[in-house]
């Protein structure tokens, strides 16, 4: 069974910090493609981070030296540290796994990975 579980959302003021975490278990983690996600309301899907299966990382222009994403292949766990947030960061994170098409610019085409997880919660308050 495939599973990605994220946590460490949670409300925070402008400027402050979070660490996501994200678990996967049922897949071959350490070679697998994944990316972090984020979802407001009335708001397109946006992709914040992109890793490649050979591990290059993208980021959106968005959060750019702000974010940081990592992956500890021992563990299986994908983290997402977000400094210096922002109240336009706020919104639900998802990471996902596995991108179904092909990398380009950065980024999986399409957004389309055969994983998600079910999202963690994250509010900044201005």
């Known amino acids: 069974l495939v599973q990605l579980v994220e946590s460490g959302g949670g409300s925070v003021q402008a400027g402050g910090s979070l660490r996501l975490s994200c678990v996967a278990s049922?897949?071959?983690?350490?070679?697998?493609?994944m990316g972090w996600f984020r979802q407001t309301p009335g708001k397109e899907r946006e992709g914040v981070v992109a890793?490649?299966?050979?591990?290059?990382?993208s980021y959106a222009d968005s959060v750019k030296g702000r974010f940081t994403a990592s992956r500890d292949n021992a563990k299986n766990i994908l983290y997402l540290q977000m400094n210096s947030l922002k109240a336009e960061d706020t919104g639900v994170y998802f990471c996902?796994?596995?991108?179904?098409?092909?990398?380009?610019?950065?980024?999986?085409?399409?957004?389309?990975?055969?994983?998600w997880g079910q999202g963690t919660q994250v509010t900044v308050s201005s």
């Open positions: 996902a796994g596995h991108c179904e098409t092909f990398f380009s610019g950065g980024r999986c085409y399409g957004d389309r990975y055969q994983y």
């Open positions: 049922g897949f071959i983690y350490s070679t697998t493609s």
């Open positions: 890793i490649d299966s050979g591990g290059v990382i």
